[in-house]
């Protein structure tokens, strides 16, 4: 299970704490957005997540937005909560959390991708040898690529349970 499995598992984004990223011994963060800051398609965040990234942001950790997106979807959104983003980011290979660790100026060590689905943000992630937190998905999703995806991360999250 080894590039399928997360470096911690949470069920959403606003229960990740500072002293829970510190402990994690990273200084940035690469958000996912649909299912993970705002439902899919809307243009808002979930309750609380604006707060959240506020207190993140504070708390000194540097945060960027990397989704698979189209940009017309992503830098609205991004700039609406405040944040630099990497769109078209083709997740799961590594291209797109370069970029984004790039604007950072981070290195792998230092970066925890967080997102909701395991065969982009996790597998992601370790291909990029960063860190991840795999939250729950927040929202029901449409389309066949989401079912066939989440159908196939069924066993893998029973036994991070």
Request: hydrophobic share 40%; glycine share 6%.
């Amino acid at each position: 299970m080894g590039l399928f499995t997360p470096t911690a598992s949470l069920k959403k984004v606003t229960d990740i704490t500072p002293e829970f990223l510190t402990n994690l011994g990273v200084d940035a963060i690469l958000l996912d957005v649909d299912n993970t800051l705002a439902p899919p398609t809307e243009k808002t965040p979930y309750e609380g997540v604006q707060e959240w990234i506020e207190t993140i942001k504070e708390s000194g950790f540097a945060v960027v937005i990397c989704s698979n997106n189209f940009n017309s979807r992503i830098t609205p959104f991004s700039q609406s909560v405040g944040l630099d983003c990497v769109a078209m980011s083709l997740k799961p290979f590594p291209f797109g959390f370069n970029r984004a660790k790039k604007k950072l100026h981070e290195k792998p060590k230092s970066v925890v991708v967080v997102g909701d689905q395991i065969f982009t943000d996790v597998l992601g992630a370790n291909l990029a040898r960063m860190k991840s937190i795999l939250l729950e998905p927040q929202s029901e999703e449409h389309g066949i690529t989401i079912w066939v995806r989440r159908k196939l991360e069924i066993n893998i999250r029973k036994k991070l349970h």
